[in-house]
């Protein structure tokens, strides 16, 4: 079973950075892709960022421009460098793994909360 562990969240004021973190415990396959996705109080849970290994990079409409995700592939390690933050960036964010042949995997989540 993969299990997929997050970190980096926490409180910040408008305007700062924070920077997540998220590798599988123990072993796992060949990835496809990582991403994060992001739940707000009373709302849907949506894409953030997606990283498809060898393939290319997605972002959600709302953090284009602010937010970057990066992959250490050999560590199989996803990263989201959260710039310019909102209080609307506010909320639970979960890292995705898919992996070949597998499925897709989801974290517990980490509080990320943006004061105005």
């Known amino acids: 079973q993969v299990r997929p562990v997050e970190s980096g969240g926490g409180l910040v004021q408008a305007g700062g950075s924070l920077r997540l973190s998220c590798a599988p415990a123990?072993?796992?396959?060949?990835?496809?892709?990582m991403a994060w996705y992001r739940q707000a109080p009373g709302k849907q849970r949506e894409l953030v960022a997606i990283f498809f290994v060898g393939h290319d990079i997605n972002y959600g409409d709302s953090v284009k421009g602010r937010f970057t995700i990066s992959m250490d592939i050999p560590k199989n390690t996803v990263y989201l460098q959260m710039d310019k933050l909102k209080p609307d960036d506010t909320g639970v964010y979960y890292c995705?793994?898919?992996?070949?042949?597998?499925?897709?995997?989801w974290g517990q989540g980490t509080q990320v909360t943006v004061s105005s």
């Open positions: 995705n793994i898919r992996v070949v042949a597998q499925g897709e995997y």
């Open positions: 123990g072993g796992v396959g060949t990835i496809s892709h």
